[in-house]
C-alpha cells in the first residue's frame, strides 16, 4: 500500500529540483527545459496528493496511483542522486585537481557525453511517466487540500 510516503517522496525530489546545484548543472548540462518541466508535472501532483493518500482506503485504482507514482519518485530520485554525484566530482576535479588530473577530465569528453546522452534520456523517461500519471490524476477527481500537520510545522519552526 502507499500510506503517506509519496508526499515526503516528491517533496525532496521538488527540494533536489529547486537547490542551487541542480540551477547551475541543468544550465551547463542543457537539461534545463526537461527539468523545469518535471517539476511542474510534481507541482501539480503534490497538490493533490494529501487527497489521493485518503481516498486510497477507499478506492483501488487511486491506490494504484499512488503506487505507480510512488515507484516513478523512486526512480527519479534515482536518477537525480546520479546526476549530483556527477557534478560533485567534477566540481571537486575542478577545485582540488592536480593540472595533469585537470587535463585528463577535459580530455574525457567522450565520458562527459555519454554521460549527458544516458541522463538526458533517463530524464525524459521519468518526465513522460510523470506527465502519464498527472494526466490519469484526473479521473479520479481529486481535489486540492492543505496538509495541517505540515502547515503547524512550519509556523513552530
Known sequence: MAEMIVSPIAEILLGKLG???????????GFKT?????????????????????QQLHN????????????????????????????LQRQATVNRGSITQKVWNYLSWPKSIAFRF????K??????????????????????RVDNRQARRVCTA
Not at 537547490?19 to 548540462?29: G, M
Not at 510523470?130 to 481535489?143: R, V
Open 118 to 121: 544516458t541522463i538526458g534520456h
Open 34 to 54: 526537461d527539468l523545469r518541466k518535471l517539476e511542474q508535472t510534481l507541482k501539480t501532483i503534490k497538490a493533490v496528493l494529501l487527497d489521493a493518500e485518503q
Open 60 to 87: 483501488h485504482e487511486v491506490r494504484v496511483w499512488l503506487e505507480e507514482l510512488k515507484d516513478v519518485c523512486y526512480d527519479a530520485e534515482d536518477v537525480f542522486d546520479e546526476f549530483e554525484i556527477e557534478a
Open 123 to 144: 530524464i525524459k523517461e521519468i518526465r513522460e511517466r510523470l506527465d502519464e500519471i498527472a494526466a490519469n490524476k484526473a479521473k479520479f477527481h481529486l481535489t486540492e
Open 19 to 29: 537547490s542551487l546545484a541542480y540551477q547551475e548543472a541543468r544550465l551547463i548540462w
